[in-house]
């Protein structure tokens, strides 16, 4: 935990506020607006990258003070949902996803939901990593999605993607991946209408 400089919490482990005994595979852990420092109660404005390292639990609360995310979730092998404060300007949750407010970024998908993902349309980018590690085997992209991010897909059990009203990919933006460990590169199905193409092709 860090103390910046307009007085507020960067926080690096939520064991920093939350005792780790208390964190059970069924928990929901609930991030205060705010933690006393030195007599003193500071909002919590960022979440670092390593924040929920590890962690068992099933559902994760952000709140309405939060302003910066770093890519925290992939390792939470036993997530489901990621739920944000209706009142946080910079982030919202769509069924337990992780977008940004204005809904066109979908930043993170939690690891252990399984079957399929319906992203809604009006959404505009895909994430890095945002599927990283993720459990589900199907997912639906809508024609507003204009970009991939870089390792989206990363070790992840995806087996089909279809790419709904497209009949290629070719205005879509696709980051590819930054490492060349292809043991690890995600290669679903690519479906658009009759047409399927391995996701490793289209790069």
């Known amino acids: 935990m860090e103390v910046i400089d307009y007085k507020a919490i960067y926080l690096s482990k939520i064991q920093e ?7 059970t595979p069924e928990s929901k852990i609930i991030i205060p607006e705010s933690f006393l420092v030195e007599d ?26 939060v302003k910066n995310i770093k890519w925290s979730f992939y390792s939470c092998k036993n997530l489901i949902n ?80 279809y790419f709904e009203g497209r009949e290629n990919i070719d205005d879509i933006l696709l980051g590819g991946f930054s490492s060349n460990d292809k043991k690890k590169h995600t290669n679903p199905n690519c479906h658009f209408g009759d047409k399927i193409i391995p996701f490793l092709k289209l790069l």
């Open 17 to 23: 506020i939350i005792p780790g005994y208390d964190i």
């Open 82 to 161: 990621i739920f944000v404060d209706s009142d946080n300007l910079f982030y919202k949750d769509i069924d337990g996803v992780l977008y940004t407010k204005d809904g066109e970024n979908l930043l993170a998908f939690p690891n252990a939901r399984k079957g399929e993902c319906y992203i809604p349309e009006g959404t505009k980018r895909i994430s890095n990593f945002a599927f990283k590690t993720s459990c589900i085997k199907t997912l639906y992209i809508p024609a507003s999605v204009s970009e991939i991010g870089t390792n989206s897909f990363y070790d992840c059990h995806l087996k089909d993607i």
């Open 40 to 65: 003193e109660y500071l909002p919590i404005v960022e979440l670092g990258g390593n924040c929920f390292d590890f962690l068992p639990c099933q559902a994760i609360q952000i709140p309405k003070t």
